[in-house]
């Protein structure tokens, strides 16, 4: 019999569409705190990035008394809303040695070293501004001298930045 046991910060991560979508919501506070969105949504996925306090909604003006000779208005019709789209959730962690929850952590820790994204499934490293950078669904960032000792291979069809 297997275990599994998943930390609070993985089981909570969040894609980066999700943290996109935050910053995109809450823009202008962000930028008020001098916080820049590469930096956001580093901080978003990495679980550390505080949400904005939401502003309360301002109260609708009154509107002035009906005219007593004019018809009652309908009333507008309401608006529907559908459910919000689930996203898979990426499984993002430190698998191994050299692996990092956040491309900031990374590239923290090897300022010389291209950072990838390790599909931790395959073994195949994606490179920065690629379409699978950090968006496969298990995978980790690292260093790229760590991805080769780990014994991962590039994508074929990426070039080397």
């Known amino acids: 019999m297997v275990i599994v046991v998943l930390s609070s910060a993985l089981a909570t991560a969040k894609t980066v569409k999700e943290c996109d979508a935050e910053y995109s919501a809450n823009k202008a506070a962000i930028k008020a ?11 978003c996925r990495a679980g550390t990035a505080a949400a904005p306090a939401a502003t309360p909604a301002a109260a ?3 509107a002035p008394p009906p005219a007593s000779a004019a018809p009652a208005a309908a009333p507008a019709p309401r608006a529907t809303s559908k459910p919000a789209a689930v996203a898979p959730k990426v499984n993002v962690g430190a698998t191994g040695a050299g692996g990092f929850a956040a491309d900031a952590q990374a590239r923290a820790k090897c300022p010389s070293d291209t950072v990838v994204w390790v599909n931790t499934k395959s ?8 379409h699978n950078y950090g968006t496969t669904k298990q ?7 760590d991805a080769k000792a780990a014994g991962d291979r590039a994508a074929e069809n990426e070039k080397h930045p």
Not at 33 to 43: E, F, N, P, R, S
Not at 123 to 130: D, E, L
């Open 33 to 43: 705190a001098g916080q820049t969105k590469t930096d956001y949504v580093a901080a």
């Open 60 to 62: 609708p003006a009154a």
């Open 123 to 130: 073994g195949v490293y994606h490179f920065a501004g690629t």
């Open 139 to 145: 995978g980790t960032y690292m260093c790229e001298a």
